[in-house]
């Protein structure tokens, strides 16, 4: 079963405003990751954040993550046409290896 | 960089043939992936390999098997085709020593069994 869900299912905005997507899961968990796929291809890394962190950045993306609601958000400001993409959370590995991903967030930046 | 190759980007088959589809990775990450990815069913696990002739079955493993001879290459093996194996197949390798839970994906095969 999955357990990250992504929230919208899809999100369509301007160029250069902010975008927020959300991820909740059901069990406890190490580390909760972020993963952009653009359409065809496959996907790629965008930001871990462990249990123990609130709050992350890298460049124009913001995560944060609230382990009493079981929930993580990724923020992307000041989007770009470029952003355009499916965006993925994913819980699990460790010993365990496997990651399992949600159904992802369909954003689309207007230019 | 961690470069993933899969070896073809799109592969058209019939059904009843026997496929393969390769996976190598240049960075001799320990662990490796296969996915299929289907609209409205997300990534879901076919089977992975820890390390070289190890593997184990992920959460659809029926009508699959896979292949570790050496490190960097896992391989998928569709004994026979079926139509409702029709999907999008991603690679992925990761080093449990590294870069941790991180998973480096290839650019994915879309297969179609006709």
């Known amino acids: 079963s999955q357990q990250g869900e992504e929230d919208p299912q899809a999100l369509s905005i301007q160029e250069g405003e902010n975008a927020t997507m959300n991820c909740s899961y059901k069990?406890?968990?190490?580390?909760l990751q972020w993963y952009r796929q653009n359409s065809g291809r496959g996907l790629v890394h965008l930001i871990l954040i462990r249990s123990n962190e609130r709050e992350k950045h890298s460049g124009r993306l913001r995560v944060t993550l609230d382990t009493s609601k079981k929930s993580s958000s990724l923020l992307i400001t000041a989007s770009r046409a470029a952003d355009t993409a499916s965006y993925f959370c994913a819980t699990g590995g460790g010993s365990n290896y496997k990651l399992t991903f949600g159904k992802g967030t369909l954003l689309t930046v207007n230019p | 960089d961690v470069k993933v190759t899969q070896s073809s980007r799109y592969l058209v088959k019939r059904t009843g043939e026997k496929v393969f589809l390769e996976c190598v990775q240049d960075m001799d990450h320990e662990n490796m992936f296969w996915y299929r990815q289907d609209p409205g069913l997300g990534l879901r696990l076919i089977y992975f390999?820890?390390?070289?002739?190890?593997?184990e079955k992920g959460d659809i493993p029926e009508g699959y098997s896979v292949s570790r001879e050496k490190k960097e290459r896992f391989s998928l093996i569709l004994e026979s085709a079926s139509t409702n194996q029709t999907s999008m197949y991603l690679c992925?390798?990761?080093?449990?020593?590294?870069?941790?839970?991180?998973?480096?994906f290839g650019a994915g095969t879309r297969l179609s069994v006709l």
């Open positions: 069990t406890s968990i190490n580390n």
């Open positions: 390999s820890y390390d070289v002739k190890m593997k």
């Open positions: 992925a390798s990761r080093d449990p020593q590294g870069a941790g839970d991180i998973q480096y």
